[in-house]
């Protein structure tokens, strides 16, 4: 099964409302992961603003505004 990591911190509307719009397109297809930049200084430096981040293996996809043809095109790509 596929993987995302969505770069985020506590409080950011942005996150929760990608968040939410991912869930139908990746539901039974990849795992969504949560990762609090705030709890790593490394990552609150390489993200500080920039949130919500969209991650899967390896490289940046398109968040904001979110690319539903682009996750599929993930989502469809060799396993990961």
């Known amino acids: 099964m596929k993987s995302l990591q969505l770069y985020s911190r506590p409080g950011c509307?942005?996150?929760?409302e990608l968040a939410e719009a991912l869930a139908p397109i990746i539901r039974g297809r990849a795992r969504l992961e949560?990762?609090?930049i705030d709890a790593d200084?490394?990552?609150?430096k390489q993200y500080g603003?920039?949130?919500?981040?969209?991650?899967?293996?390896?490289?940046?996809?398109?968040a904001l505004p979110l690319d539903a043809a682009a996750i599929e095109a993930?989502?469809?790509s060799a396993n990961g």
């Open 13 to 16: 509307h942005l996150c929760e």
């Open 34 to 36: 949560i990762i609090d």
């Open 41 to 44: 200084l490394a990552l609150k």
């Open 49 to 62: 603003l920039r949130i919500p981040v969209l991650v899967g293996d390896g490289q940046e996809l398109p």
């Open 74 to 76: 993930y989502l469809a």
